[in-house]
DNA sequence: CCCAAAACAAGAGCACTGCTCTCGCAATGT
DNA sequence: ACATTGCGAGAGCAGTGCTCTTGTTTTGGG
């Protein structure tokens, strides 16, 4: 009679391992993130971690997963404190800076999910699902707009042929579908909000803009004016 | 007499541990580069590559200077090989596709200047003015249009005061200066050209576009539009 | 022309990494 | 009660960035 089973203690374990392996990727990055390290803090010797995470690769999924979901519930959360859910400017607005603020207060998962991609590794399919939360936020609130018959705030250039087959995989995603000149406004969206998350947080605004949360505010809420969320103002 | 100088071996030697330094950097990135293949590969021992560059992190940021220059190049030559310099549409297409087929065509380059940040390292200032000439491309062009007085392309919201500090960073650097609200455009353009790259490249793309280069190709039209630099179509 | 000074290549060595393998011990379930 | 399995510890391999010493070669001034 053990004080703790054995399938009870590999779960602390398991967790143990993985909250130092964040909280070391937070601090170091995660190229420097050392496995041996990681296994001193939690004081275990080096060869007993690979019990629990077959490789270094295996921990780095779990911890892209992790920080997925983290970014995931937030996103998903400031959307549904929304109190109006109609109001589609409002929830752009909401999750656009709940991205932001993610990024901010955690650049290193941020630049993990969203940056150079670890060389060697490869994510596996695994972690899909979790990265898919994220874009999701964006293609439930296209769909929306869509369904309400919202006119593009911004003139729209119509799609072409070849750029109409390109958007096949989004396409697939949309239900109801939505037309491709509002499917390519929200993907210019979503590349311009990532965008400038990366430029601030990897340093290359630095010197230009003075205040990034003003900033990113006035492009959010030019971006809900041309997505037809919001009357442009003025 | 020796059959090469000393000064002319030293930059002999020089040149060569940067080349297989940027082979390596194509081949593995940045994190995966070592100073010991490298050192292999040229003929030398470990320990004297330290008299060519004082540490792995100098190398890195000779790799990184030699890369923002060839970006560089290759935006300033598309920018002058456009016929009618007084087309701006065409000459940010140029840019914006320059930026794009370089990032193709050097993936791990464009990781290193754009990506994540290499943990511990900090790129010294000699690395700014090389940077500086991308970015540059696209405030001369924002200055053209302003002094061409073409009207923004899309509804744009006027910025309020928060918002007109936090860019004075970009405005010390416009002569002509440029409105705030063009300004603005701008600066969301260059983070959509760079965004979407940067989201094609680390692969957040995949499955979902289909044809990268038509979407890219229809998305700088649509910027171009946006900036008041081309007629928006239909 | 000669010789001190500087530059240099080579090697050993330190502390670190991911990962493998073997060894014993302890919990498990039949 | 015992074979199976899970697990921690340790040694070891091949690799890393970087430092220090040792001996050699090139250089430039007296």
Known sequence: MPSTSRAQNRADQTRAIQ?????????????????????REVGMVSSAVYRYFP???????ALIVEAYDELGDAV????ATVADPTDLAVRFRAIAHAIHGWARANPHEYALLYGSPVPGYAAPDTTVPSAARVTGA??????????????????????AGGEHDALAGVRAALDPPVTDERTVRWLMAWSTVFGHISLELFGHMYRGILDYDAHFAHVTDQLAADLGLARHVG
Chains 1, 2 share one sequence.
């Open 19 to 39: 909250e130092t392996g964040r909280r070391h990727l937070a601090e170091v990055g995660p190229a420097a993130l050392s496995l041996r390290a990681i296994a």
């Open 55 to 61: 490789s270094r690769d295996d921990l780095l999924t």
């Open 76 to 79: 998903e959360a400031a959307d």
């Open 138 to 159: 964006f293609l439930r609130l296209a769909e929306a707009s869509e369904r309400a018959g919202l006119a593009l705030g911004a003139p729209t250039s119509p799609v």
